[in-house]
């Protein structure tokens, strides 16, 4: 959005725009490689002399570390580090200290009833909350669904990694850099962070160990693998040393090019991938949204709106592709669908839907239309 707006300032001002990055989308990328623009990439070069990627199908955990996910090959490099007076940051993008609640007994999970997605237990204040909309509960006791004590918490997040580390690392000084807890100083040995971290970077990082980037990367989101690869950049420009990569697709290529220290070979391979699926930046996206209080409702009336679309597209370089639940699904009481449309003209796509959505009109549901969403 940023990039659009400066587009459009330099076109009225007359100026020139100077966009500079370590990790340019996409489409920057390749409208500089085409000479449409020029663009100023920041140094390149990975600092981190030693980059390792670990296979979580074939590597060893042991017993008492495997809920916390820490391999082998981790532990011994944390405990180098440590031996050595070094400083570690873990890289684990979920707070709290278990993300997934249920009986055990009945099989209920417990979830927001706002946006149902699953509760997260804080155990500082022994509270479920939803990192959605900020729904809080205290955490039962009892089943809600049955009223057994049967309930289970598991999944890893950064409250329960720095558990578990202040119990394997009783003199070690540990601390986490989220949105719960930001306070660090120079003689903390070990760093739990999230993304908090693009708020507060750190220096002088002997070893940066990453649990599970897996989780950004499975995200459905076309752009899942740029926005890993951004952040495997940045983390990778925070120490001149170790990077430790766990993941259980090690061939992919966001994290061969890192390994290689090879920028250019995440771009050409990402480039090749989104050309044979006709996605930016060969094609544009469009979503158009839907929102309103009843499931059923909003559902119907994407399905309606998909049709009439169809019916009044004419253009072949407009195609309306797919209809779908948006994920999420359900946010704050509010049921979203949404309505995916590829165009090589931007223009003559939201003339299209100017005149289509005009008379579009369906009490209690509210239809916006994002183009090229980030």
Not at 22 to 42: C, D, F, H, N, V
Not at 73 to 81: C, G, H, Q, R, V
Not at 111 to 135: G, Q, S, W
Request: charged share 25%; proline share 4%; hydrophobic share 40%.
């Amino acid at each position: 959005m940023l990039f659009g707006v400066a587009q459009i300032r330099t076109k009225i001002d007359g100026a020139r725009l100077i966009l500079f990055s370590r990790s340019p989308t996409l489409e920057t990328w390749y409208q500089a490689k085409k000479g449409k623009i020029k663009y100023l990439l920041m140094n390149t070069e990975i600092p981190a002399n030693q980059i390792k990627i670990i296979d979580l199908h074939r590597v060893g955990f042991i017993p008492q570390r495997r809920k916390i996910r820490i391999s082998v090959s981790l532990e011994d490099a944390i405990n180098k580090t440590l031996n050595q007076k070094g400083r570690v940051l873990l890289f684990l993008n979920r707070r709290g200290f278990a993300i997934f609640a249920h009986c055990q007994n009945c099989g209920m999970v417990l979830r927001c009833p706002r946006c149902n997605a699953n509760l997260t237990l804080h155990f500082k204040n022994n509270e479920l909350i939803c990192h959605r909309c900020n729904y809080k509960t205290q955490s039962p006791r009892i089943c809600p669904g049955c009223n057994s004590g049967y309930i289970h918490y598991s999944g890893l997040g950064t409250e329960k990694l720095e558990s578990e580390l202040s119990r394997l690392y009783p003199q070690v000084s540990i601390a986490r850099l989220d949105k719960d807890e930001n306070v660090t100083s120079d003689g903390t040995q070990i760093i739990i962070a999230t993304e908090w971290i693009f708020k507060r970077p750190l220096k002088n990082l002997d070893l940066i160990g990453i649990i599970s980037p897996d989780t950004v990367l499975n995200r459905a989101d076309f752009r899942a693998g740029e926005r890993v690869f951004a952040l495997l950049l940045y983390l990778a420009s925070l120490t001149p040393n170790s990077l430790i990569i766990q993941t259980n697709f090690p061939e992919h290529y966001c994290f061969q090019a890192l390994a290689q220290k090879r920028v250019d070979l995440f771009y050409e391979t990402e480039l090749v991938y989104r050309r044979q699926s006709s996605l930016p930046p060969f094609n544009h996206i469009i979503m158009v949204k839907l929102r309103g209080n009843k499931e059923e409702r909003v559902s119907l009336t994407a399905e309606e709106l998909f049709k009439i679309l169809n019916e009044a597209n004419k253009n072949k370089s407009i195609k309306i592709v797919s209809h779908s639940q948006q994920v999420p699904h359900k946010k704050r009481d509010r049921y979203y669908e949404q309505i995916l449309i590829k165009t090589r003209s931007v223009p003559i796509a939201v003339n299209f839907l100017k005149k289509t959505l005009c008379d579009f009109r369906r009490s209690g549901i509210i239809v916006t239309v994002d183009v090229d969403p980030v």
